[in-house]
């Protein structure tokens, strides 16, 4: 019922009988109000009402991302929690824990999808984001705009790394083979949960982790989205790198190039395709 409505309700009720059906009307109304009160507290305020006439003023900004992913920077950024359902931020003395809201968001996601598939494992480990205002940050050429995030992989045994740790504590790549403790199925639950978020482009691993979920989930119809996105990286075998692609209203965000279609599992060499990278 739209407030008008609901409100003309209130008035009849009120001048028609007072009492019995009335005040079942006047009941009814007040049920509506309240709902469409809560229904607009819900919604996002699309610009605020206006002061002594005039125009109305918009609303409040949302996060910006500027330029590209290695020369940019990143306006009224989000701030990631330190901890959250089904993930953790680790790396915290560094103070990269900003990003766009749609990062920010995403990553909140795949946390809380993450710990339904294992709710009495290790959280997701999220590194490095971007520093406040974007730009460049130590050890990274990219997470200057807000798009990129760190996530560390998975070790059997579920356990997590201290969170205020500098650097990941696990590398799970020795000549060119991967490591017993490399938690395949975690990580492929991480691709997966990643896969699901709309704006996520890209997730930079090492070639030998897509080689194992090729040849683990290539068949599967249901894995393309998530191969897709596994994007064979150098330099990534403790981590994934994961990337939004520019957000819609985001006009002043300079997007990479989309992934091309299909898996990326066919083609050259045993790992399928050429190294990608995040710079």
Same mark, same amino acid.
């Given at each position: 019922m739209a407030l008008p409505i609901a409100l *003309?309700?209130?008035a009849c009720a009120a001048a028609l009988d007072p009492s019995g059906t009335a005040r079942a009307q006047e009941g009814y109304a007040f049920q509506q109000l309240q709902a469409l009160a809560q229904d607009s507290a819900r919604r996002p305020r699309a610009e605020a009402p206006p002061v002594g $006439? $005039? /125009? %109305? !003023?918009p609303a409040a900004p949302g996060s910006e991302a500027v330029g590209s992913y290695v020369s940019g920077r990143l306006n009224r950024a989000a701030r990631l929690p330190p901890a959250g359902d089904g993930f953790?931020?680790? +790396? =915290? /003395?560094r103070g990269r824990a900003w990003g766009t809201d749609e990062l920010a968001a995403a990553l909140q996601a795949i946390g809380a999808r993450y710990r339904k598939a294992f709710p009495d494992g290790a959280r997701v480990q999220i590194g490095d984001l971007s520093g406040k205002n974007g730009g460049t940050i130590t050890l990274h050429k990219s997470h200057t705009n807000g !798009? &990129? %995030? &760190?996530? *560390?992989l998975a070790a059997a045994g579920e356990r997590e790394q201290d969170p205020e740790r500098e650097g990941f504590d696990r590398d799970f790549v020795e000549n060119g /083979? @991967?490591?017993g403790d490399f938690d395949a199925a975690a990580n492929w639950e991480l691709a997966r949960a990643a896969a699901a978020q709309p704006l996520v482009e890209r997730l930079f691993v090492a070639p030998e982790v897509k080689a194992l979920f090729c040849r683990l989930h $290539? *068949? +599967?119809?249901?894995?393309r989205d998530a191969l897709r996105i596994l994007r064979p990286a150098a330099h990534h075998s403790? #981590?994934? #790198? @994961? =990337? !939004? /692609?520019c957000p819609a209203g985001d006009r002043r965000c300079v997007p990479q190039a989309p992934v091309a279609e299909g898996t990326g599992c066919d083609g050259i060499g045993a790992l399928g395709e050429? @190294? &990608?990278s995040p710079d």
């Open positions: *003309a309700v209130l $006439g $005039g /125009r %109305a !003023l953790v931020k680790i +790396e =915290r /003395r !798009l &990129d %995030a &760190d996530i *560390a /083979r @991967l490591s $290539g *068949a +599967e119809p249901e894995s403790d #981590h994934y #790198h @994961l =990337r !939004l /692609r050429e @190294l &990608d």
